[in-house]
């Protein structure tokens, strides 16, 4: 009898050791600490994957439960999880649904940031120094530095009788931890001690690599807010009246081979806006936002996230699809640049709530 008994035993043990071995689903997945969402898959899922050190298989999740499909790696000895949303399906509703599956399949979630594309809004003061103008392919970064939200829920709010706007929700900021490491990497920009040019270099390693390529400088045009786009949208502005340009000074050559990047406010809302003159109200409406954008109000439902976003085009009817793929490497090679100053044990210690 006790020799059954511990055979018995025996095969419970390699029974449960087998078990251990070949699912523990919350324990694999529960390796990951980092997510990085990108909610336009034709334009920003490749450069993401790109900034990837190694790619790892996915964990087994309940694909019942959470219909996502996720790309795993590392970057710099994080652990990174890759998301984005179906072709066509952005928007806050969507990223809202794509991270509420993702924070419960990969429970360990430190922090998140999005990084992705969005629509300029330039100041309505333009300022000599050229490096300080918002142009197309340049990086905005949400930064609550003036104690204010990083981002802002623009069209979520009231409409006034008397033509006022007040809005009523806001957005978390980013965590402190990436604030912080966003802080220093300024500090090492001036110093000149970024590494910007090895981040864009891994974008030069795939087949599409000439999507990364700098559209030229006579396609970053910024016309005035109330001026309309004269032709369909796919033209490129040959017919429009250039005496209806903003002018600005221009950027040297060397300053054009640049990722130039802005922290300041970011405008999330429900559309996409191709209006010069609503995008000058949000602007004023969100204490000076640098650009606008549709994805953050949904992700922050769920957690709080990092802002990063590729000046794609200035929100205004001269919206074209031109500089696009350029603005989201930029966007990727610029997070991947933040993420190198955070150290992967540091991460690992913070709250998984946010």
């Given at each position: ?81 890759v ?19 993702m ?12 990084v ?11 300022s ?120 600005r ?9 640049t ?5 300041g ?79 992967p ?10």
């Amino acid at each position: 009898y006790r020799r059954c008994s511990k055979r018995a035993r025996r095969r419970r043990l390699r029974r449960a050791r087998c078990l251990l071995a070949s699912s523990p689903v919350d324990a694999r997945c529960a390796d990951y600490h980092i997510a990085w969402i990108c909610p336009v898959v034709d334009i920003e899922f490749l450069p993401a994957r790109l900034m990837l050190d190694k790619e790892h298989p996915t964990p087994p999740y309940d694909t019942h439960y959470d219909e996502n499909t996720y790309i795993c790696g590392t970057i710099n000895g994080h652990a990174v999880v890759v998301a984005t949303c179906p072709p066509g399906e952005t928007g806050n509703v969507n990223a809202g649904r794509l991270t509420g599956s993702m924070f419960k399949t990969f429970p360990n979630i430190r922090m998140a940031v999005l990084v992705g594309i969005g629509g300029g809004i330039p100041s309505p003061e333009v300022s000599e120094d050229a490096l300080e103008n918002v142009h197309l392919g340049d990086v905005v970064v949400g930064w609550p530095g003036d104690g204010k939200p990083a981002c802002i829920y623009h069209d979520r709010g009231r409409s006034k009788g008397d033509g006022q706007f007040e809005m009523i929700d806001t957005i978390r900021n980013p965590d402190w931890r990436l604030t912080n490491a966003l802080s220093m990497l300024v500090v090492d920009n001036e110093l000149g001690q970024t590494t910007f040019i090895d981040q864009l270099a891994r974008l030069q390693r795939s087949k599409a690599k000439r999507k990364f390529v700098r559209p030229r400088l006579k396609h970053d045009k910024l016309f005035k807010a109330a001026y309309r786009h004269a032709s369909d949208y796919r033209s490129t502005c040959t017919t429009c009246d250039s005496s209806e340009l903003v002018q600005r000074p221009q950027r040297s050559e060397e300053e054009q081979q640049t990722l130039v990047f802005h922290r300041g406010r970011i405008a999330t809302g429900n559309a996409v806006i191709q209006d010069g003159k609503l995008r000058d109200e949000i602007r004023t409406r969100c204490d000076g936002a640098l650009c606008v954008e549709m994805e953050a109000a949904g992700i922050d439902a769920n957690r709080r996230c990092l802002v990063i976003r590729g000046i794609s085009d200035y929100a205004d009817s001269h919206k074209s699809d031109m500089w696009r793929s350029y603005a989201a490497g930029n966007a990727a090679a610029f997070t991947r640049e933040l993420l190198c100053r955070i150290q992967p044990g540091d991460v690992k210690k913070m709250d998984p709530e946010g």
